[in-house]
Every structure is written in C-alpha cells, then in structure tokens.
C-alpha cells in the first residue's frame, strides 16, 4: 500500500509496508519473497513515475489557474476601482492645497487694497468737508 505526500513540486511515495515485513502471510519461501519485493519496488516505481508525469502536473496546474483566476481577476478590478477613487481624492486635496496657498500669497493683495480703500474714504472725506464749506 502506498501513501503519496503531497509536495509543492513532486508527488512522492511512502511505502508502508517493506516486502520482507510480508510474513504476514507465511511466505517463508526465499524465492517467493524476492518475487514478492520484486512486484512491491516495480508497482511503487510505476505509481511514482505515474504521478509525477509531466501531463498530470500540467493537469493540476491548469486546474490550480482555473480556481484562483477568477478570484485574482476580481481582486484586480478592486484595486483599479480604488486606485480611480484615490487619485480623484488625491487630486481633489492637492486643488485645496493650491487654493490655500495661493490665499495666504493674496495677502500683499489684500493689503494693497485696504490701503487703497482707506484712500477712497479720506477722499471722500475730504470731498464732503470741502462741498460742505462752499
């Protein structure tokens, strides 16, 4: 009997019975025992040339792609739909960034027009005083 365990690149056997452990049956004749571990070595060389076949290791990889690709597929239109969103919140905050820069750059400007609109009112002030003397 034969155990295969199972490895990331080659199935390989373990036997668990030995044919000189076969007395079980009383074959205490020599010849037979030979013959009897000739069939046990040559039927565990064919499983293990069997299961490691290079048709049975394609079989397997084929079968391995078909279950975990779509799975794969989906986590890659996940990661794109996200990827879409980050880039709109990424452009989206760096546009706020730029606004509030550009706001405290505007403080010359709004200087400059407090000045000038404290120049408007003493004009105006001085318009007033001097239509109110006339």
């Known amino acids: 009997m034969l155990i295969f365990a199972n490895a990331l690149t080659r199935i390989k056997p373990v036997q668990i ?21 000739r069939v046990t070595d040559k039927f565990t060389e064919n499983m293990y040339v069997l299961a490691n076949e290079p048709s049975v290791a394609l079989y397997r990889l084929q079968e391995h792609v078909r279950r975990s690709l779509p799975e794969l ?4 239109t996940d990661m794109q739909s996200w990827e ?7 452009y989206s905050v760096e546009y706020a960034c730029s606004a509030v820069k550009s706001m405290t750059n505007s ?19 001085q318009i007033s005083t001097s239509q109110g003397r006339r």
Do not use: P, T
Not at 18 to 25: E, H, K, R
Not at 113 to 122: E, F, K, M, N, T
């Open 17 to 37: 019975f030995d044919s000189i452990s076969f007395n079980v049956y009383k074959m205490e004749d020599q010849e037979m025992q030979v013959k009897v571990k």
């Open 107 to 125: 403080s010359l400007y709004f200087k400059s027009i407090d000045g000038l609109l404290r120049q408007a009112i003493s004009m105006k002030e």
């Open 84 to 90: 879409e969103q980050s880039q709109g919140a990424i």
């Open 73 to 76: 597929v989906q986590h890659k």
